[in-house]
């Protein structure tokens, strides 16, 4: 079944005022995280056949925390319209770039990762489902199945959720604050 898996980047700094937002790094808190979450996403097992990263600097770290974790025939791209996607989430973005991943991830922002998630789970555990809707912290994970691999076909409710990680429900990760 294809599989999509949703990052939010980790935890970024709030420090060096006059940092652009598409700039902000991570925290040491959100480095951490990210290397947690890269470490239990490798354990688990749930290796992307391609990334779609948005071009903010915080997600690019996020995403170079996973890199010792992936095979090198992953295929990455750098997405710009999942930073500030017009539409509020990113369907049309993984329809556009999907094709061809069993496994796709994207690494992208609030709130377009959780309006994403809620707009395309249609079945499985609710408190899950539940949870996303609350709140999605930084560098937190929602695996969502499909009953069908055609990317650009994506349907709202039409996946099924089949976990929502948190970094601090990690070992050695202390992230899951609200901020960015």
Excluded at 15 to 31: E, F, M, N, V
Excluded at 38 to 58: F, M, N, V
Aim: charged content about 20%; overall charge negative.
């Amino acid at each position: 079944m294809p599989q999509l898996l949703l990052l939010r980047h980790a935890k970024s700094s709030w420090d060096g005022s006059g940092t652009a937002d598409i700039d902000r790094p991570l925290s040491a808190r959100g480095r951490r995280a990210a290397a947690a979450m890269a470490e239990t996403i490798a354990t688990r097992a749930l290796i992307p056949d391609r990334i779609l990263c948005s071009p903010a600097q915080r997600t690019r770290e996020t995403l170079a925390a996973l890199m010792p974790h992936l095979p090198a025939r992953t295929a990455i791209a750098i997405a710009p319209e999942l930073y500030e996607p017009i539409a509020g989430d990113y369907r049309a973005t993984i329809a556009a770039h999907g094709d061809g991943a069993g496994t796709l991830m994207v690494i992208g922002h609030n709130p377009a990762i959780p309006a994403t998630a809620l707009i395309l789970i249609g079945a499985g555990d609710a408190r899950l489902s539940s949870d996303i809707a609350r709140k999605y912290p930084t560098g937190a994970l929602a695996t969502i199945v499909f009953p069908t691999g055609d990317w650009s076909r994506l349907s709202p409710h039409s996946g099924r959720i089949e976990a929502f990680l948190k970094p601090r429900d990690l070992d050695g990760a202390d992230d899951g604050e609200d901020g960015d």
